[in-house]
């Protein structure tokens, strides 16, 4: 599923990235996909893409990927795994 948090934060400049992180292992420990805010009408090639629209509950996240792609070439990109002892 693709899920955007910008929507729900706005641009923080710096904090971004952080704010994106954040929110993926919030997700990851609660159990939840936060939806994709403001979103009314999707491009006809995103149409078959798997865009959360609405939260969804109960759905066990045991990796996720956090994308940061920021102003004049800061990009970065996580990959947060659950940790089973």
């Known amino acids: 599923p693709i899920s955007s948090t910008k929507s729900l934060s706005g641009h923080s400049l ?3 990235g952080v704010h994106e992180a954040i929110y993926c292992l919030l997700m990851m420990e609660h159990n939840f996909i936060a ?18 629209r609405e939260i969804r ?3 066990q996240l045991n990796r996720v990927l956090s994308n940061s792609f920021g102003f004049g070439g800061t990009n970065a990109s996580l990959v947060f795994q659950r940790y089973e002892a």
Not at 38 to 52: F, H, Q, R, S, W
Request: proline share 4%; hydrophobic share 45%.
């Open 14 to 16: 710096g904090a971004a």
């Open 35 to 52: 939806a994709s805010a403001n979103i009314e009408t999707l491009d006809d090639g995103a149409k078959d893409m798997p865009i959360v």
């Open 57 to 59: 509950k109960n759905v």
